[in-house]
């Protein structure tokens, strides 16, 4: 199992940029795939971006050339940068990581993102 944090969650206006992390309690180089999923009010988590243990990335068709999900191997931290951001992305941001191509994976607790315009 993984214990996961998110941080820098928060309120930025439309069109701003903002970064989220989620920190690992084992080290990245031991899980096989991280990814970030999303859920707005009134509405069923979604996937966002995922990263794979080799580093090849993949992102949801609605954050494509807006979104990066990246890697800091020596602070197990997984990042989400968030650029051109709009109301649609308002939502509880939740890190996710899979030990294995077939485990369930772990959940962190989720962080809070608020798009106002």
């Known amino acids: 199992q993984v214990q996961l944090t998110e941080s820098g969650g928060g309120s930025v206006q439309a069109g701003g940029s903002l970064r989220i992390s989620c920190t690992t309690s084992?080290?990245?180089?031991?899980?096989?795939?991280m990814a970030w999923y999303r859920q707005a009010p009134g509405k069923e988590r979604e996937f966002v971006a995922r990263?794979?243990?080799?580093?090849?990335?993949d992102y949801a068709d609605s954050v494509k050339g807006r979104f990066t999900i990246s890697r800091d191997m020596r602070k197990n931290t997984l990042s989400l940068q968030m650029n051109s951001l709009g109301d649609e992305d308002t939502a509880v941001y939740y890190c996710?990581?899979?030990?294995?191509?077939?485990?369930?994976?772990?959940w962190g607790q989720g962080t809070q993102v608020t798009v106002s315009s």
């Open positions: 990263i794979s243990g080799g580093g090849w990335t």
């Open positions: 996710h990581a899979r030990l294995t191509s077939n485990s369930p994976g772990s």
């Open positions: 084992r080290s990245i180089l031991s899980i096989h795939t």
